[in-house]
């Protein structure tokens, strides 16, 4: 076995987890900045569907000529205005994304051609300070599994978001809420952890 193609490796794995922790960090920022947006568009809902069911010409209102159609249009504006900045945020969790999948992916590659030198003892085994190679590969997996399967699923709900279905919208925030796996985050911090000392070693 060559020490200098695990050394290569581990400098490959370090790389890895720095990609991950960087940019977990703008995974959640995006993330972070989604709720109030998502928040916005559950309250918009609710007040179309009120609009809806009012009627204008029985209130104080109805010597306002066109005042239901002029709220409609300002909310409907409201609306088009959060999924925008939902768009951008998305843009954004996509790029996270991204760079954890080409990172996570290069180091396999790098693992795949290398294969014939890194014998089985080498890969699995581990230490005070260096977990084994194995593990590390399986944490980087799973990693990238979780950041994409949320990246698809919150992708997928955004794109049900209407002004035509005000249920959809007036659920958004608790429908997106749901989409929170802790497992999924935990095992990142996990890894993350127990990665901390072989981060820090030459």
């Known amino acids: 076995m060559s020490s200098s193609v695990l050394s290569s490796l ?15 960090a703008a995974w959640e ?11 916005a568009i559950g309250n918009i809902a609710v007040q179309l569907k009120a609009l809806r069911h009012v009627q204008l010409a029985n209130t104080p209102l109805h010597s306002f000529p066109g005042l239901h159609e002029r709220l409609h249009y300002k909310l409907s504006l409201a609306v088009d205005s959060a999924l925008g ?23 396999f590659q790098f693992y795949e051609r290398n294969t014939h030198t890194l014998d089985i003892a ?10 084994s190679v194995s593990d590390m590969l399986e944490w980087l997996q799973d990693s990238e599994r979780h950041y994409r399967l949320q990246l698809v699923q919150r992708r997928t709900l955004l794109q049900t978001l209407t002004p035509s279905d005000l249920v959809l ?3 958004a925030p608790a429908r997106w809420a749901s989409l929170h796996t802790s497992a999924g985050e935990e095992r990142v911090t996990d890894a993350l952890c127990q990665v901390s000392f072989f981060m820090e070693t030459e």
């Open 10 to 24: 581990h400098q490959e794995l370090k790389q890895s987890f720095e990609v991950l922790r960087a940019n977990r």
């Open 169 to 171: 919208m007036e659920t």
């Open 29 to 39: 920022r995006a993330l972070a900045d989604c709720e109030p947006l998502l928040g």
């Open 122 to 131: 080498a890969c699995v085994s581990r230490s005070a300070v260096c977990p």
């Open 85 to 107: 900045k939902l768009a951008e945020n998305m843009d954004a969790l996509q790029r996270a994304r991204d760079a954890i999948g080409r990172q996570v992916s290069a180091v």
